[in-house]
């Protein structure tokens, strides 16, 4: 997999993506992240990539020219399945759209900053706008980063135990059992028993009862509507 990235803080994301377990993927070969600066592509002498808005109004405004250049000289090199935009105001980032966006070859994501980008960017040169929450951040990098975390590590070789990416929250649409590792017993805080029993039927369904009762405890949105037929 390839993701390009075009961001005003190149930086920011170079250090990130140099220090985490994605470093560990990228040497494996598994994914490819490249880092661009917008900048690169301004035809002002100043470098500048943002402008007062149209209309009046606080806030600057990035401008298309620079980033449809910047896209444009991306997809001479290569097809890409989606151009996504980090916005305040797109699609939530849930699990079942990392598991989406993992399958995928080549992506580009376009971070934002200051009051956004020049409306025409959404209209003709994004495919999709992904929020990772319901709040402002000063920029989409943090966010490039979260949705490149979540979805890389979904990536066949880049978290050691195969099976461990689809055992967490979420894969199953409920959130994760209780784990618990050695001593058995500390301060008197006992593991449950049926972890200690090596019954691995009986371990299954203590786990997926579990896992159930803190979906209903924690996160009940996850739930089908009672009445719905029962979970797994
Ligand atoms: N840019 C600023 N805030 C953001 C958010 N919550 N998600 C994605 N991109 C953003």
């Known amino acids: 997999m390839r993701i390009d990235i075009i961001t005003v803080l190149p930086d920011l994301l170079t250090s990130w993506f140099g220090e985490s377990i994605l470093d560990r993927a990228r040497k494996k070969g598994v994914v490819d992240v490249q880092v661009h600066d917008l900048r690169t592509w301004t035809l002002d002498k100043h470098r500048r990539v943002d402008d007062y808005p149209f209309g009046g109004g606080a806030g600057m405004v990035m401008q298309v020219e620079p980033i449809d250049r910047a896209i444009a000289a991306l997809k001479t090199e290569r097809v890409y399945d989606e151009v996504i935009y980090m916005s305040p105001d797109g699609q939530l980032l849930d699990q079942p759209l990392a598991n989406h966006l993992s399958t995928k ?3 580009i994501l376009l971070c934002g900053h200051y009051k956004g980008v020049d409306e025409r960017v959404r209209q003709h040169l994004v495919t999709r706008e992904v929020s990772i929450g319901d709040y402002v951040l ?8 979260v949705l490149c975390d979540a979805v890389i590590r ?23 059992p209780p784990a ?9 805080w006992q ?5 200690l029993s090596g019954h691995e039927a009986r371990i299954d369904e203590w786990r997926h009862a579990q896992a159930l009762e803190r979906t209903r405890q924690r996160r009940p949105g996850l739930l089908p509507p009672e009445g719905d037929g029962p979970v797994g």
């Open 191 to 195: 593991v449950p028993d049926v972890l």
């Open 138 to 145: 000063t920029g989409g990098e943090l966010a490039a980063a």
């Open 154 to 176: 979904l990536l066949p070789g880049v978290i050691g135990d195969e099976t461990s990416a689809l055992s967490d929250s979420f894969q199953d649409g409920l959130v994760a």
């Open 105 to 107: 070859g080549n992506l």
């Open 180 to 188: 618990y590792t050695r001593p058995a017993e500390y301060k008197g």
